[in-house]
DNA sequence: CCTCCACCGGAACGTGAGGAGT
DNA sequence: ACTCCTCACGTTCCGGTGGAGG
């Protein structure tokens, strides 16, 4: 039955982050600005090691990978050995897992542990030397391998004294504006030798980004006329993030099709965006560590029983009754006000200090969630479960 | 105008798990 | 195999405070 619809997708993958179009819209600026320091690459130079910067859907990733086919199509033609390795260091996020997977691109077999992290190194300097070449190392999200330390950064930005042959040269790629902070001087001055800021899109850009894709992803004419525009003004609200636009897009297109509908309406895409918010919100929940979950669900509990203005003092006082309730440890009411603070950060709750004058001064919570699918998140941890019939004491029901 | 509530939130410290170095 | 470090998570201690009520 469902199989009987047909689709409004030509080729949905065409929306999805992984996919790199052919064409890059509005980012000729920095892809010239790449193409000139890296050119150097094909006469046999080493280029200089750069840093990118630009938050999240402002095509970084997009950018360098581009970049990095378009090199080694260029260096093949003209005969240069160039070789662009990627990698995403929220994957490989330690020294050791990095250089590993750096010798293996080249052929070397290299245990998943075990090995001392210098021998590893030392294959892999050994590896690429044995030929002239030039090697181009893209770190995505260099900030998240910074947090382990920087020593490989420290490593490799030195390591062309060691070869003869061979020259490597870095690309870090990087959200955080100013995570050089954390580095080593030294790192510091041979890592940025060249950079290149990724500014938000507009929404101007984002439409033309989001046509450009929808050509290829929807067959023609399912789109109604505002949707696309739409799209665009939600993700740039959102410090225009393309990623987010590309979502929106995809995920109305996949619910007009659950409605069986011929077209992807401007509905859709309002639904589109309450859904991806509301999944943000489910994923964060659950994985909350349990301490946190608990006093998520007194929260809950308390707005359930009718209050407004939840109290930071109400809410450890329940607390401490349900941690007894599920024999969990109490924690200290400094801890636990930490604990809000952390889901006000998180956008779960809303924390807002506030002075009742004689009667003292404290937090009132408020939840920014929808009570009944945070709360069947919730129950789903099985040491929260012996809570779902928990009935609140008579004292404080009767504060309504 | 002063008081004093009920909490805020910084600082220093304790602990145990997990990595890195040797 | 061993120690040393770091880091996340918690605790203890405590000085600080906006404003209703006196």
Redesign the pocket.
């Known amino acids: 039955m469902l199989l009987e619809n047909e689709s409004l997708f030509k080729n949905k993958e065409v929306l999805r982050p992984s996919y790199t179009p052919d064409f890059l819209l509005h980012r000729d600026e920095q892809i010239n600005n790449l193409a000139i320091i890296l050119v150097s690459a094909l006469r046999g130079d080493t280029p200089s090691n750069i840093l990118l910067y630009g938050k999240t859907g402002t095509g970084k990733t997009a950018v360098t990978r581009h970049i990095g086919i378009e090199l080694e199509k260029k260096s093949e033609e003209m005969d240069v050995s160039c070789i662009v390795l990627y990698m995403n260091c929220e994957v490989i996020d ?3 897992r990095l250089l590993a997977n750096l010798a293996r691109q080249f052929g070397e077999e290299i245990p998943m542990t075990g090995w ?2 210098d021998q590893v190194f030392a294959r892999f300097k050994k590896t690429i030397d044995e030929k002239k070449q030039i090697i181009i190392i893209i770190l995505d999200e260099i900030d998240k391998l910074v947090k ?1 330390g920087d ?1 490989v950064l420290y490593n490799l930005s030195r390591v062309n004294t060691d070869l003869k042959n061979s020259k490597v040269s870095m690309i870090g790629v990087s959200n955080d504006l100013k995570f050089t902070e954390f580095l080593d001087p030294r790192v510091k001055s041979s890592l940025g030798e060249e950079e290149v800021i990724f500014p938000p899109y507009d929404a101007e850009q984002i439409s033309d980004i989001l046509r450009q894709r929808a050509e290829k992803a929807y067959k023609d004419g399912v789109l109604d006329d505002m949707v696309i525009p739409l799209c665009a003004a939600f993700a740039a609200q959102e410090h225009g993030d393309a990623r987010r636009a590309l979502d929106l897009l995809r995920v109305a297109g996949e619910l007009a099709e659950r409605e069986n509908k011929p077209k992807v309406e401007e509905k859709h895409v309002r639904s589109a965006q309450e859904k991806i918010e509301i999944d943000r919100i489910v994923e964060v929940v659950r994985t909350l ?1 349990t ?1 946190s979950k608990l006093v998520l669900y007194t929260i809950l509990l308390l707005r359930n029983s009718g209050y407004r203005n939840v ?4 809410v450890y006082n329940i607390y401490r009754q349900l941690c007894s309730r599920i024999d969990m ?7 636990v ?2 604990l809000m ?1 952390e889901l006000d950060m998180l956008g779960i709750v809303n924390a807002v ?1 506030v ?9 009132e919570i408020s939840l920014s969630v929808p009570v009944a699918s945070t709360r069947q998140v919730l129950v789903e941890d099985y040491r929260l479960k012996p809570l779902m019939d928990f009935k609140m004491p008579m004292a404080v029901q009767m504060h309504l």
């Open positions: 330690t020294q050791y001392p992290t382990k020593d560590p301490q109290t930071t003092g109400e440890d109490v924690l200290t009411q400094r801890r006000t930490d603070s200090v002075s009742k004058g004689r009667y003292g001064r404290t937090k």
